[in-house]
């Protein structure tokens, strides 16, 4: 259902470069500030397309989009849920331009993303896909961490680029811009994976073709409460959805070199869990806590990885002890005199 529409003509439009394609669920927090984003990088109707694609939630976001856009922007409401990989895949299929920027709604880019990638991808064929350097910000959007440097300048990426992002997630989408042709050679993203499905197309896309790199960091990454990430953080479906992509994703790997890397992979998805584990019990987030532990044992059931889980959650009930023995104490103290 289109609810809002550009110029039309009897003319066929030329082909924009840019399709800038914003999915959304739920997402009218941060969709003003990402789409000004954007439109303060606009090259105009010509030459880039600005959709938003609304997976049928309960928030619709037409209003908010002619307040800051006008007639600029679009705005897609599905007629039915589709899902995360639903929703992606029609970000792709309606997209017109030659480079497809899948933006989500709470994510942001800066000032050149635009255009200094265009710089490098413009003209080569060989190129299926581009990204940026990218900030992770969290809700209110202070800086929490910046992506790895991939090479110090703008370029393409050597052959050890499979092997890398075999071992961890190196690529954001709102970093990432792919050609719409090598969507159409590789196919569209999966609905059996849910958390791994970006990782798992990006490794589908490098089996395929070089991939273009620009060390500047121009888009951001955004983890809140309310994204599916968070959500799924509260449970396994996680660790889960990361098994299935690692058996998947052994197909795109050279088989000599596939039982290593996705080894190498496992571990950091088993770091990562530990990780998230010590943080949810820093914050007294018992639930994630106990989803991250049991998921960190399904990746590696062996006994220092189980000794390490001990030792996450002695420490936080030692310390949980001793500030109620203080709390006590001062309460007895208080108590003698009166």
């Not at 001793?322 to 005199?337: E, I, P, T, V």
Request: aromatic share 10%.
């Amino acid at each position: 259902m289109d609810l809002t529409g550009g110029t039309t003509s009897g003319l066929r439009p030329q082909r924009p470069f840019w399709s800038v394609m914003i999915p959304t669920y739920n997402s009218l927090e941060y969709l003003e500030e990402t789409l000004r984003s954007v439109l303060s990088q606009d090259p105009g109707e010509g030459e880039m397309q600005i959709e938003v694609l609304e997976d049928c939630s309960p928030s619709d976001p037409a209003e908010l989009v002619r307040r800051v856009a006008g007639d600029r922007v679009r705005v897609w409401r599905q007629p039915k849920n589709l899902g995360l990989a639903g929703n992606w895949n029609s970000c792709i299929e309606r997209a017109r331009g030659e480079w497809v920027h899948i933006l989500h709604g709470d994510d942001l880019v800066h000032p050149g993303f635009y255009l200094r990638l265009r710089r490098g991808i413009e003209n080569r064929p060989e190129i299926g896909a581009a990204f940026c350097r990218h900030y992770f910000i969290d809700g209110p959007g202070k800086i929490t961490a910046l992506s790895a440097l991939e090479r110090a300048d703008a370029g393409v990426l050597g052959g050890s680029w499979l092997e890398r992002l075999a071992v961890g997630q190196r690529v954001q989408c709102p970093s990432a811009v792919v050609r719409k042709a090598t969507y159409e050679r590789v196919g569209g993203f999966r609905g059996d994976l849910h958390y791994t499905l970006d990782w798992e197309m990006w490794l589908r896309i490098a089996s395929n073709g070089p991939w273009w790199f620009e060390p500047e960091p121009l888009a951001s990454y955004r983890s809140h409460e309310h994204n599916e990430t968070a959500r799924l953080a509260h449970s396994c479906e996680m660790v889960k959805d990361c098994l299935r992509a690692l058996e998947i994703v052994k197909a795109y790997l050279p088989a000599s070199e596939a039982p290593r890397l996705l080894e190498g992979a496992r571990m950091n998805l088993l770091m990562a869990c530990l990780h998230r584990t010590a943080g949810a019990l820093d914050r007294r987030d018992f639930q994630t806590a106990l989803a991250q532990s049991r998921s960190a044992l399904m990746y590696c059931p062996k006994r220092w990885v189980v000794r390490k889980l001990l030792e996450l959650w002695g420490r936080w009930i030692w310390a949980f002890c001793f500030s109620n023995k203080r709390l006590l104490a001062g309460g007895n103290h208080s108590d003698k005199r009166v």
